[in-house]
């Protein structure tokens, strides 16, 4: 059940679109004036379990992939950009009888979207690279350059934007920043990531591209993570972005 507190005049959202949105979760007590501006109602205050306007963070998420809470991919599926509406989502389209965090068992939720965004969905490939471009470091870290990029070189503490998308050997995806239109932000030397990632940035500039093959032990090693299996070589497609230097120079 959805109720359209301003249409939008945008593109329409549909199912596999990359989204974007602001959004205010509440817990439905009392199931009067559900349509109604609860921010504005004290006595709805409690009912407040979260949102991305207090912290500026819109989400962004493959919409139909089941990314955020259940139930509220298709009560976003059809609005368009600029647009709000109210949805609510029983509880047995939700978290059900197990309820989920500070959401106790079988309640309703009432969500509050802004549609800021929608594209259509970036499918990356492992890029096609020469093997007599690879060269190997003393760690045994493989790096391709295919552009080196310009300006100065990045440099211990130096704010680096970059794109990336993640392989194993089978060819098979793990992560993609490009995908989710979120480049990686990091502190250079400062943030810590896997060692081969870190030394495969070194010899890029801003503007940088570059393939990485990244033994095991210079990634997560034996322990893995997540998609990561245990021992495995990793395969990255990076792209610096933007480089800037301490100071702001």
Wanted: glycine residues 12%; contains cysteine; aromatic residues 8%.
């Amino acid at each position: 059940m959805f109720a359209d507190d301003t249409l939008g005049t945008g593109t329409v959202a549909k199912a596999g679109n990359l989204i974007s949105f602001h959004f205010d979760a509440r817990i439905i007590k009392d199931s009067t004036n559900l349509f109604t501006d609860w921010k504005i109602d004290s006595t709805r205050q409690s009912s407040n379990i979260g949102g991305s306007r207090i912290v500026d963070m819109p989400l962004k998420l493959v919409l139909g992939a089941g990314q955020f809470i259940p139930g509220s991919d298709e009560g976003i599926e059809g609005m368009k950009i600029g647009g709000y509406r109210t949805i609510i989502i029983p509880s047995n389209l939700c978290y059900g009888e197990k309820g989920m965090g500070p959401i106790p068992p079988n309640s309703s939720l009432k969500l509050q979207v802004q549609l800021l965004d929608v594209k259509e969905p970036v499918v990356t490939k492992k890029w096609d690279v020469d093997p007599s471009k690879f060269k190997t470091t003393k760690d045994s870290l493989k790096y391709a350059v295919i552009e080196p990029g310009e300006g100065a070189a990045i440099d211990s503490g130096d704010v680096v934007s970059l794109h990336y998308s993640g392989y194993l050997l089978d060819g098979s995806k793990f992560d993609s920043s490009v995908e989710r239109d979120e480049p990686l932000e990091l502190q250079y030397k400062v943030q810590p990531i896997i060692k081969g990632f870190n030394e495969g940035i070194s010899f890029l500039k801003q503007g940088g591209k570059a393939q990485l093959i990244i033994p095991p032990y210079l990634a997560y090693g034996a322990r893995g993570t997540g998609k990561i299996p245990a021992n495995a070589t990793l395969i990255f497609d990076i792209e610096i972005l933007k480089v800037q230097k301490l100071g702001g120079k």
